[in-house]
C-alpha cells in the first residue's frame, strides 16, 4: 500500500473513533442527568504537561440526589514510545523514534443510594507507529461491570442479559468469553479472590484478524458503549427512591472499601496511567467519595449483605 495513502486512511479512522467516543460522552451524560434530576456535569478540559502530547475531556457529578459521585471522563493522547511504557503494556521496544496513539472513554458512576449499584465501563483504543508514522499495531480493550451492595436477582440478570444481546448481535462466542474474562480480572486476589461485584464483560487486546476486522471491534465497542444505557439505567431508576438507613450506608462504604482497593492496587488503566504520567484527578475519579477499612469485617451470616458476599466469593452464570 502507498505509504501517504496508509497514513491517511489510519487518520480517517483514528478521527472517527476520537468522535464516537465524545458523541457517547455527552448522549450518557445527558441521560445520568435526567436520572439525577438535581446535579449536572461540570467539564473540566485538560492538556498533557509539554513534551507530552494529547489532553482529554472529564466530565464529573457530585452530590445529586441520586450520584454522590461520578465521572464519564474522554482521554485523546500520543507521544513516542518508551521502554518504560513497553513492560507497563508487555509489547516489544521498536525505538525511541517510534510513536504511540491511544484514545477511550471511561466511567465511573458512584450511587448515593445503596441499593443503587455502582457501575463501570471503558472503551479504548491504542494504535503503534515505526519512526516513518506507519501503522505497526492497533488493538481494543473494554467492558461494562456492575458493582451491586445489595443483590437483586433480576438486576444482575437484566444487565448480564442486556449485554449476552449485544454480544451476539457481533459473534455468539464472545459473551461467555468475555464474561470470564470480567470474572476474573475485577478480582481482589489478596483478598481470596474476593471479586468487586458481579461482573459483566471486559476483553483487551483485541486486534483485527481473520474473522473479525478492524471494523468488527469498533463497531462492536460502539454498541458495548451505547447497550451500557440500556443495562444500567433501569436497574438506577428502579431502585433510586428506595428508602435506606444508617446500617445500609455503612455496608455500601465497606463495599467501597474493596473497590478502592482493586483500583490503586490492581486496576491496569489505573496504573497505565499514573506510570505514564496521566492527569492523576482524572484517573483518581474513579475512587467513591466515602469509604470504611474496619478491621477484619465481616456481615452477619444469613443476613442481605452477606448474601451479596457470598456471590463475589464465586462467579455466577446470571444468563
Known amino acids: 500500500m502507498d505509504t501517504e495513502l496508509h497514513k491517511t486512511e489510519t487518520k ?21 442527568e435526567a436520572v439525577d434530576g438535581k446535579a449536572k456535569f461540570q467539564e473540566d478540559a485538560w492538556e498533557r504537561a509539554a513534551g507530552r502530547g494529547g489532553g482529554g475531556l472529564t466530565k464529573v457529578i457530585q452530590n445529586g440526589n441520586v450520584f454522590e459521585k461520578g465521572g464519564v471522563n474522554t482521554s485523546v493522547v500520543y507521544g513516542h514510545l518508551t521502554e518504560r511504557m513497553c513492560k ?38 491504542f494504535e503503534l507507529y ?63 479472590n474476593e471479586r468487586r461485584g458481579i461482573g459483566g464483560i471486559f476483553y483487551d487486546h483485541q486486534r483485527a484478524g481473520e474473522d473479525h476486522d478492524a471494523d468488527f471491534w469498533f463497531g462492536f465497542a460502539q454498541a458495548c458503549g451505547n447497550a ?14 428506595t428508602s435506606y438507613n444508617r446500617e445500609h450506608k455503612h455496608w455500601q462504604e465497606i463495599r467501597r472499601g474493596r473497590y478502592v482497593e482493586f483500583n490503586l492496587i490492581h486496576d491496569r488503566g489505573t496504573l497505565f496511567g499514573l506510570k505514564t504520567h496521566g492527569r492523576t484527578e482524572s484517573i483518581l475519579m474513579s475512587l467513591p467519595p466515602t469509604v470504611r477499612f474496619e478491621y477484619n469485617y ?3 451470616p444469613g443476613s442481605e449483605e452477606d448474601k451479596l458476599w457470598q456471590v463475589c466469593l464465586k462467579p455466577i452464570d446470571w444468563v
Open 12 to 32: 480517517v479512522f483514528r478521527q472517527q473513533w476520537i468522535e464516537f467516543i465524545y458523541t457517547l460522552q455527552d448522549k450518557i451524560c445527558k441521560v445520568l
Open 88 to 125: 507497563v503494556l508487555q509489547i516489544p521496544f521498536l525505538g525511541s523514534d517510534a510513536t504511540w496513539f491511544a484514545a477511550g472513554i471511561s466511567s465511573v458512576i458512584h450511587p448515593l443510594n445503596p441499593f443503587v449499584p455502582t457501575v463501570h465501563f471503558n472503551y479504548r483504543m
Open 130 to 192: 515505526d519512526e516513518n508514522g506507519i501503522l505497526k499495531d492497533r488493538w481494543y480493550g473494554g467492558g461494562t461491570d456492575l458493582t451491586p451492595y445489595y443483590l437483586f436477582e433480576d438486576d444482575a440478570k437484566h444487565f448480564h442479559q442486556t449485554f449476552r444481546n449485544t454480544c451476539d448481535g457481533f459473534d455468539e462466542k464472545l459473551y461467555p468469553l468475555f464474561k470470564h474474562n470480567c470474572d476474573e480480572y475485577f478480582v481482589n486476589t489478596h483478598r481470596n
Open 228 to 241: 451500557f444505557m440500556d443495562a444500567y439505567i433501569p436497574i438506577a431508576e428502579k431502585r433510586k427512591n
Open 298 to 300: 465481616e456481615p452477619q
